[in-house]
C-alpha cells in the first residue's frame, strides 16, 4: 500500500515552491491526525515542520512578486 500516490504529487515543471507548499501542508494533514489521536509529540512536531516550510514559501512567494513587479514596472 502506498501512502502518496505518483498521481496526487505536483507536477516536475510545477517548481520547487509549489512543492514546498504542498509537503507544509502534508504535514499539516499529518498535524491534525496525530492530534486527533492523541499523539502530542508528532502532532507538534509535524505542526512545526509545516510551519517552517509554509514561512519559507510566503517569504518567496513576496520575494518574487516584489521582484516581478520591479521586473515588468
Known amino acids: 500500500m502506498r501512502l ?5 504529487l505536483p507536477a516536475p515543471e ?3 515552491v509549489t512543492i514546498m507548499l504542498y509537503w507544509a501542508f502534508v504535514f499539516l494533514i499529518v498535524a491534525l491526525v496525530a ?3 492523541g ?3 508528532v502532532a507538534g512536531t509535524a ?6 516550510l ?5 517569504v518567496l512567494f ?3 512578486l516584489v521582484l516581478g513587479l520591479h521586473v515588468f514596472s
Open 54 to 58: 509554509f514561512g519559507i514559501f510566503i
Open 47 to 52: 505542526a512545526g515542520i509545516a510551519r517552517v
Open 4 to 8: 502518496l500516490h505518483l498521481e496526487y
Open 62 to 64: 513576496l520575494v518574487g
Open 39 to 41: 499523539l502530542g509529540g
Open 35 to 37: 492530534g486527533a489521536l
Open 14 to 16: 510545477a517548481g520547487e
